[in-house]
């Protein structure tokens, strides 16, 4: 799984995306990207070597952004980052798991055009996995508490070990603190 910046017509979101030969795949739940995607097929596909970036914006917690034009589709992409343009079919499901039951769109990805740019390569760190996995049981922990799940202890147990790890491996990044505060509201935090 490639953890990679999803862009529709309306949002940005962080999508884990599969390849299997020339498609991608991903599962996208309901909200904004959802709903593009079932009115309008077209998006983009970042790579976004940044797990502070990806995460923050998984949590409405903009970075500075600058737009582009795209090639052959009719969405802008961020500027600075390699870009693949592309359609998308999706099929309706639903995902029963410990959280309870959520609408979601089993999608494959079709690409028209790959877009590079010229950048210095820089190294994820282990802190840097560890961000962006507090992002997703963060996630998950904030689906929990509005479905009532009784999941949400079991899930806030390890969003604080993984807080903990991230920080053991040099993490220090604001957005980590904001997004453990946001994940721990309701408990005694740490």
């Known amino acids: 799984m490639y953890e990679t910046l999803l862009i529709t017509s309306?949002?940005?979101?962080?999508?884990?995306?599969?390849?299997?030969?020339?498609?991608?795949?991903f599962r996208i739940f309901e909200g904004k990207s959802y709903r593009d995607l079932l009115r309008n097929t077209e998006a983009i596909i970042q790579i976004i070597p940044d797990a502070e970036f990806l995460v923050s914006i998984a949590f409405n917690i903009f970075p500075r952004i600058e737009f582009s034009p795209s090639q052959e589709v009719r969405i802008r992409r961020i500027k600075g980052y390699p870009w693949i343009e592309g359609y998308v079919e999706c099929k309706k499901i639903v995902v029963v798991d410990s959280l309870g039951r959520s609408k979601a769109l089993d999608c494959v990805f079709e690409p028209v055009y790959v877009g590079t740019v010229k950048a210095i390569p820089t190294p994820i760190s282990r802190a840097d996995n560890a961000l962006l996995e507090l992002g997703v049981l963060a996630s998950r922990l904030l689906v929990g508490y509005s479905k009532g799940s009784s999941e949400t202890e079991k899930l806030k147990?390890?969003?604080?070990?993984?807080?903990?790890?991230?920080?053991?491996?040099g993490g220090r990044s604001d957005i980590a603190e904001e997004i453990y505060m946001l994940a721990m509201r309701g408990s005694d935090g740490e």
């Open 10 to 25: 309306s949002n940005l979101t962080p999508v884990g995306v599969r390849r299997k030969n020339n498609c991608l795949f």
């Open 157 to 169: 147990l390890k969003v604080r070990e993984l807080y903990r790890l991230y920080k053991k491996l």
